[in-house]
């Protein structure tokens, strides 16, 4: 398993813009495909976005299409989710999640996870 660090998270108005990174240990991290997910208090966790390991392969959940970016670094062991025209909506735990393989959107398909970190969206 890769051991993932989330960070970038905080409170911004309607509107602005956020990036969250994740950090990734291990020497395979391009073998990984990416996802972020998020989940709001009392809600089911939902997938965001998600990106294979070659970077070629990206899906985003509708509700954030045109407005939220995934990208990776490879070299750097670093995934990327550039938030734009956030919406009070968008207010939860943001969590990076890694697996080994094709790109998946469930949680469940997903090997690895962060400890989230926390978006803020006031209206």
């Known amino acids: 398993q890769v051991q993932l660090v989330e960070s970038g998270g905080g409170l911004v108005q309607a509107g602005e813009s956020l990036r969250l990174s994740c950090a990734a240990s291990?020497?395979?991290?391009?073998?990984?495909?990416m996802g972020w997910f998020r989940q709001a208090p009392g809600k089911e966790r939902e997938f965001v976005a998600g990106?294979?390991?070659?970077?070629?392969?990206?899906i985003y959940a509708d509700s954030v299409k045109g407005r939220f970016t995934i990208s990776r670094d490879n070299a750097k062991n670093m995934v990327y989710l550039q938030m734009s025209s956030l919406k009070p909506e968008d207010t939860a735990k943001y969590y990076c999640?890694?697996?080994?393989?094709?790109?998946?959107?469930?949680?469940?398909?997903?090997?690895?996870w962060g400890q989230g970190t926390q978006v803020t969206v006031s209206s």
């Open positions: 291990g020497r395979t991290f391009s073998s990984y495909a």
């Open positions: 999640a890694a697996t080994l393989g094709p790109l998946p959107t469930m949680p469940n398909d997903f090997d690895s």
């Open positions: 990106i294979s390991g070659s970077g070629s392969r990206i």
